[in-house]
T-cell receptor, first 111, second 112 residues
């Protein structure tokens, strides 16, 4: 158990819909990272927050947004969903920006 | 786009044999890390090697880093069926704003 929790575990929705994925980092970790893992694209970095502020941005679509709250949990919002957004979404947290601890992931299926 | 490229894409060995996976990357790095992922689950950090280090050990794991060739290898000795998983290398680039750049992974199958 990494200490990082993600909810929900599975999400099935339709194209055009909006969903919110939630992540609670390990106790004390200020950095939260979001990744998307699909079969054809591998593991893609989306965005990083550090203590509530956006720190780094990767291949995140404009339809996606994230935030980190004062209690350090983070949410990833995916809107106008497309079939191609079906993937595993991972959250990770880190104390020092090096070793990252990954949550169990949310499997999103867009029908 | 991916910075790291693992080789081979898939590897199948017998229990007790050694498994070697390679990773090549493109830009200068601060450190390189190896992660393991069991099917459909979260990644687990295995080992970190800094750019000024050449070799590192952790239990049955041995990692080497050659910054002149921009490559790393992960050796798992005396493999076990429980080592079956995908293994990813990830680099922390010296420049740019991407914290960790992952390769596509090597899928290791250890047959009992």
């Amino acid at each position: 158990d990494s200490g990082v929790t993600q909810t929900p575990k599975h999400l099935i929705t339709a194209t055009g819909q909006r969903v919110t994925l939630r992540c609670s980092p390990r106790s004390g970790d200020l950095s939260v990272y979001w990744y998307q893992q699909s079969l054809d694209q591998g593991l893609q970095f989306l965005i990083q927050y550090y203590n509530g502020e956006e720190r780094a941005k990767g291949n995140i679509l404009e339809r996606f947004s994230a935030q980190q709250f004062p209690d350090l949990h983070s949410e990833l919002n995916l809107s106008s969903l497309e079939l191609g957004d079906s993937a595993l979404y991972f959250c990770a947290s880190s104390e020092d920006g090096n070793e990252q601890f990954f949550g169990p992931g949310t499997r999103l299926t867009v029908l | 786009s991916q910075q790291g490229e693992e080789d081979p894409q898939a590897l199948s060995i017998q229990e007790g044999e050694n498994a070697t996976m390679n990773c090549s990357y493109k830009t200068s790095i601060n450190n390189l890390q190896w992660y393991r992922q069991n099917s459909g689950r979260g990644l687990v950090h295995l080992i970190l090697i800094r750019s000024n280090e050449r070799e590192k050990h952790s239990g049955r794991l041995r990692v080497t880093l050659d910054t002149s060739k921009k490559s790393s290898s992960l050796l798992i000795t005396a493999s076990r069926a429980a080592d079956t998983a995908s293994y990813f290398c990830a680099t922390v680039p010296n420049s740019g704003n991407t914290p960790l750049v992952f390769g596509k992974g090597t899928r290791l199958s250890v047959i009992a």
